[in-house]
């Protein structure tokens, strides 16, 4: 498995789009209109943007599904449990090349040593867990009691150049196209951060879309080829999703014992530190 940054899945493809696309920066839609024969979107400063086919690629809380499809709740299923996710530059050297794995019961921790030096940290914990307020007040509420180095680290989230927080949830719809607006990726079947491979399945699925498109000039037609053939993959991952949920969230302390033996095998399997 090739685990890659956010970010760094970001500038690839920006710079594969900038070139033969029109960006427009700091803009939302704010609306949206089907013509038959096409769409036309509205930007919040307004201006029309009229095409043949309208992907929304815009993530969990998608503003084209929520404009086209309906609210978000209608689709969304929720863990009870929330993930927080930074990078940490220039960690301590004791765990600087070391992978690093916490379990406890309704929380886990990861430290992911990067080629730069730095570690990607990631933290998963059940919602009950947190005290109110914003992100980091409940990030540094759920691990309260920890020693260690964890206090520490945990600060850096407060000087760390972005920090990604959420809900962990899934999507699930019956139908990822209406006329010519089709979803693609977490808007339109989140398999939640715990299944992983959701950028896979994004740019998988992306491509997936244009060869069926390409091959069949009628879209309906198209569209409707290309959600069967993606339906079994995204099932299958929101299945490994949800019971992931009980690798990453263990509701007892046998369930901590479990995980941390499988992650000691697979250790002694494939010579990785933990």
């Given at each position: ?76 299923y929720d863990f009870g449990a929330e993930v927080v996710s930074y ?188």
């Amino acid at each position: 498995m090739i685990s890659i940054l956010r970010g760094d899945l970001e500038s690839v493809l920006h710079r594969a789009a900038r070139n033969c696309a029109d960006l427009h920066y700091g803009q939302t839609m704010a609306a949206v209109r089907s013509t038959g024969h096409g769409v036309t979107i509205v930007l919040e400063d307004g201006t029309e943007i009229s095409a043949d086919l309208l992907v929304g690629a815009d993530g969990a809380h998608s503003v084209v599904r929520r404009l086209v499809f309906g609210p978000e709740a209608r689709w969304r299923y929720d863990f009870g449990a929330e993930v927080v996710s930074y990078e940490i530059t220039d960690p301590p050297p004791a765990i600087r090349e070391k992978t690093t794995i916490l379990t406890t019961i309704g929380r886990s921790a990861g430290l992911y040593p990067q080629s730069d030096g730095g570690l990607s940290a990631f933290f998963t914990f059940e919602s009950h867990l947190a005290d109110s307020g914003g992100p980091l007040t409940r990030l540094k509420h759920a691990y309260r009691d920890l020693g260690w180095l964890w206090p520490e680290l945990i600060n850096r989230a407060e000087c760390a150049d972005s920090v990604f927080f959420d809900d962990i949830t899934q999507t699930r719809m019956n139908t990822w196209h209406h006329g010519r607006i089709v979803l693609v990726g977490d808007a339109a079947w989140a398999v939640s951060l715990l299944a992983g491979a959701g950028s896979s399945l994004a740019v998988g699925g992306a491509l997936s879309l244009a060869e069926h498109l390409n091959r069949q000039p009628d879209i309906s037609v198209g569209l409707d080829r290309w959600q069967r053939h993606m339906r079994p993959h995204v099932a299958s991952k929101q299945v490994l999703g949800r019971r992931a949920k009980h690798l990453f969230l263990p509701s007892s302390q046998a369930a901590v014992s479990l995980r941390v033996a499988g992650i000691r095998t697979a250790n002694s399997l494939f010579g990785s530190h933990a």
